[in-house]
């Protein structure tokens, strides 16, 4: 059975990866999908659990190939979802959660117009900041970059299904649950 694709977008630092984690303790049915990218793993981050991390070159021969379902250049690195690894997920009935950026995500609803968008917002852009540098993964110049996409990332949250405010994380985690709840009854 053909079950529905959900994809996750925000700012980064906003608490996307911290609201789904929530999510997914709560939802042990729904899978997270792994990306393809060419940026540098963080500390405690493994390959082919958080992230395929590939070569520029890799990256550029897949694109070349045509198999990206959707690839994005985010704050200086190539991000991308690979076509077989979605078609098979849904093929054999797994509920899948992309946790893409927003040119990712409008590319991906292009070409699969049941998927479901959900925009996580950050309740002020000081409050993203403030999570952002919290965070201690990234350096002065990468915050920068990150922050200068915020702006645009939330302009084209505008165009997606669903928004949630994740200001207080259990009413995050809630709301998402709820959406996902009532598409899941509508399927
Ligand atoms: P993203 O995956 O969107 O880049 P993360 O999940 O890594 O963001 O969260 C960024 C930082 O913000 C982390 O340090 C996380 O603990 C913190 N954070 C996430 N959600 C909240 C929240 N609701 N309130 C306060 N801090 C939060
Ligand atoms: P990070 O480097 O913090 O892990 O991710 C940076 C941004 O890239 C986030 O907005 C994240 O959602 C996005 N991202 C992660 N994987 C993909 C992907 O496969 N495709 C696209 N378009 N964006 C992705």
Not at 23 to 52: H, Q, W
Request: a negative charge; hydrophobic letters at 35%; aromatic letters at 10%.
């Amino acid at each position: 059975m053909n079950k529905k694709l959900y994809v996750i977008s925000g700012s980064s630092g906003v608490g996307k990866g911290t609201v789904l984690k929530g999510f997914m303790a709560k939802n042990p049915d729904f899978m997270l999908s792994i990306s393809c990218t060419t940026r540098k793993p963080r500390e405690g981050e493994i390959d082919g659990v958080n992230y395929f991390f590939l070569t520029r070159e890799d990256f550029q021969d897949c694109i070349d190939n045509d198999k990206f379902l959707e690839w994005a250049e985010f704050a200086g690195n190539f991000y991308g979802t690979k076509k077989k690894y979605i078609k098979q997920c849904l093929e054999e009935g797994k509920n899948i959660i992309l946790e893409i950026d927003t040119k990712g995500a409008l590319q991906v609803k292009k070409q699969m117009p049941e998927a479901v968008l959900i925009f996580i917002c950050p309740p002020s852009y000081e409050a993203l900041e403030n999570r952002l540098r919290g965070r201690h993964t990234e350096d002065e110049e990468t915050i920068q970059k990150r922050l200068n996409e915020a702006k645009t990332e939330i302009e084209r949250g505008k165009q997606f299904d669903y928004q949630v405010v994740n200001d207080n994380l259990e009413i995050a985690i809630e709301n998402l649950e709820k959406i996902i709840n009532g598409e899941r009854n509508n399927a």
